[in-house]
């Protein structure tokens, strides 16, 4: 009877440390955004690089997926530069409105939309972490932000955006 409790409590603490070490040790694709100022004024260039990194740097993923999401009246996006090509869905990221709301902000409407992909799990081969697109606006009024939000990532990934909010 002892023995038969002792296999049992073994059993739930190899459960539980399997549990906690996944927890633990999630692997994750990550997403920074950069920006050349900081305290930006009214008609200055914004520019906000997108970079990408993978927590246990393997650059052989099936690739992700992801919206920077803005308010239209306080930056005006004047064009996407340095796209990183290995992988590209389309040939640059597409500008959209946002008209369902997909990052629950209502203070957004606009959001570049870029997808990266391969079919043999081999992106984006490049050393991490890497430049994914800059990003140029020009900032009509202060007090707004830049966001991102990930809507394709790799299996078995969970997605850091701690560091992919800019704000102006």
């Given at each position: 009877m002892k023995s038969n409790i002792f296999y049992k409590?073994?059993?739930?603490?190899a459960i539980f440390t399997f549990f906690v070490a996944s927890i633990t040790y999630a692997k994750e694709q990550i997403i920074n955004l950069k920006s050349n100022i900081q305290n930006g004024e009214q008609g200055e260039v914004l520019?906000?690089?997108?970079?990408?990194?993978?927590?246990?740097?393997?650059n052989t993923l099936s690739g992700i997926a992801l919206r920077i999401?803005?308010?239209?009246?306080?930056?005006?996006?004047?064009g996407v530069e340095k796209c990183l090509e290995k992988g590209v869905i389309s040939q640059k990221p597409i500008?959209?409105?946002?008209?369902?709301?997909?990052?629950?902000?209502?203070?957004?409407?606009?959001m570049l939309q870029a997808s990266w992909a391969s079919l043999d799990g081999n992106w984006?081969?490049?050393?991490?972490?890497?430049?994914?697109?800059?990003?140029?606006?020009?900032i009509i009024k202060k007090g707004g932000i830049i966001k991102t939000t990930v809507f394709e990532k790799a299996a078995g990934y969970n997605v850091d955006l701690k560091n992919a909010v800019i704000t102006y």
């Open positions: 409590l073994l059993i739930i603490i520019i906000v690089s997108a970079r990408y990194d993978v927590s246990d740097k393997d999401h803005y308010n239209s009246s306080s930056i005006e996006f004047l500008l959209l409105t946002d008209t369902k709301n997909v990052d629950n902000d209502s203070t957004t409407d606009k984006p081969d490049v050393v991490l972490d890497t430049l994914l697109f800059n990003m140029k606006f020009k």
